[in-house]
């Protein structure tokens, strides 16, 4: 594969450093590990490793190499503040700063690092537990061809990989993709419930919730129909999926509506997190 090329060639001898081994972290470590990337090469930081870590053989919470190819920032926002300041002396430099940190901005990673560290910011998804990812990115100015494909080459270990126009998409973008596996997990709660509610076992309707979200989802990447068409597969006119879909395609209480708001909310909270970060920073 081309980005594991890439990702070996990139980091051979001056090595990879993740912050963070949480479960993103993590998922991203076995990504690149099953890819053929050297344990050897992987300096990780995280003061709660999960058991099992250290016998990886990545080097765990050692000292760190003078100038790695890339550093990884994957901590939760709100400990940006307390992280950040034990990298700060590797930025500036060559060394690429990977953040998937949400709400973080670039210029709050510029503001510690040095305006002139190469960053790019990925906005990847919990599928990516399963290498069933989905990945957006975006770069500052100093970030250039190579820093950007070596971004791309991490992130694709664990799914698909797109390129965002410009940092302002990265908060729609958590709203969509980032959070958005949430939203397709409560649709399995609540059919399944709904299913109960008509009378189904409720094992029984978790399972026929899950396997037709999972499968659905499945079919909708398999074939060149949109997911308008595919729909209108499924629907006969007067029927029940007919019927059910008046309620649920209803423009004020229906999903429209509702995935708008929700959409939007998220959208607002991610916003709200880079403003907290910002005057985290400040202090």
Same mark, same amino acid.
């Given at each position: 594969?081309?980005?594991?090329?890439?990702?070996?060639?990139?980091?051979?001898?001056?090595?990879?450093? +993740?912050?963070?081994?949480?479960?993103?972290?993590?998922?991203?470590?076995?990504?690149?590990?099953?890819?053929?990337?050297?344990?050897?090469?992987?300096?990780?930081?995280?003061?709660?490793? /999960?058991?099992?870590?250290?016998?990886?053989?990545?080097?765990?919470?050692?000292?760190l190499? &003078?100038? %790695?190819?890339?550093?990884?920032i994957?901590?939760?926002?709100?400990?940006?503040?307390?992280?950040?300041?034990?990298i /700060?002396?590797?930025?500036?430099?060559?060394?690429?700063?990977?953040?998937?940190? #949400?709400?973080t =901005?670039?210029?709050q990673?510029?503001?510690?690092?040095?305006?002139?560290?190469?960053?790019?910011? &990925?906005?990847?998804?919990?599928?990516?537990?399963i290498?069933?990812?989905?990945?957006? +990115?975006?770069?500052? /100015?100093?970030?250039?061809?190579g820093?950007?494909? +070596?971004?791309?080459a991490? !992130?694709? /270990?664990? @799914?698909?990989?797109?390129?965002?126009? @410009?940092?302002?998409?990265?908060?729609?973008?958590? #709203?969509?993709?980032?959070?958005?596996?949430a939203?397709?997990?409560?649709?399995?709660? =609540?059919?399944?419930?709904?299913?109960?509610?008509? @009378?189904?076992?409720?094992?029984?309707?978790?399972?026929?919730?899950?396997?037709?979200?999972?499968?659905?989802g499945a079919?909708?990447?398999?074939?060149t129909?949109? %997911?308008?068409? +595919?729909?209108?597969?499924?629907?006969?006119?007067? @029927?029940t999926?007919?019927?059910?879909?008046?309620?649920? !395609?209803?423009?004020?209480?229906?999903?429209?509506?509702?995935?708008? #708001?929700?959409?939007?909310?998220? #959208?607002?909270?991610?916003?709200?997190l880079?403003?907290?970060?910002?005057?985290?920073?400040?202090?």
């Open positions: 594969m081309a980005e594991i090329g890439t990702l070996r060639e990139r980091v051979a001898g001056r090595g990879l450093v +993740l912050l963070g081994c949480g479960k993103m972290g993590s998922a991203l470590l076995e990504g690149w590990l099953a890819g053929g990337l050297a344990p050897g090469e992987i300096s990780v930081i995280e003061p709660s490793p /999960a058991p099992g870590l250290a016998g990886r053989g990545v080097r765990l919470n050692t000292a190499p &003078a100038r %790695p190819a890339v550093v990884v994957a901590v939760k926002p709100q400990m940006m503040g307390a992280a950040l300041p034990g /700060a002396a590797l930025g500036g430099g060559e060394t690429l700063f990977l953040s998937i940190a #949400a709400g =901005t670039i210029a990673l510029e503001a510690v690092l040095g305006a002139r560290t190469p960053v790019v910011r &990925a906005m990847p998804n919990t599928p990516a537990a290498g069933r990812g989905i990945s957006a +990115l975006c770069a500052n /100015a100093h970030a250039d061809a820093h950007r494909a +070596l971004a791309s991490l !992130m694709a /270990a664990v @799914g698909e990989v797109v390129d965002l126009a @410009g940092e302002d998409q990265m908060d729609a973008v958590t #709203a969509v993709s980032g959070s958005g596996p939203y397709v997990f409560h649709l399995i709660e =609540t059919l399944a419930a709904a299913g109960v509610a008509e @009378g189904l076992p409720a094992e029984l309707a978790m399972r026929l919730a899950r396997a037709t979200v999972a499968g659905a079919l909708a990447e398999a074939t129909d949109g %997911p308008a068409q +595919l729909r209108v597969n499924v629907t006969s006119p007067g @029927g999926t007919a019927a059910a879909l008046a309620v649920l !395609m209803d423009e004020t209480r229906g999903f429209p509506a509702l995935l708008r #708001a929700a959409v939007h909310a998220a #959208a607002e909270r991610g916003r709200e880079g403003r907290e970060s910002g005057r985290e920073q400040g202090r």
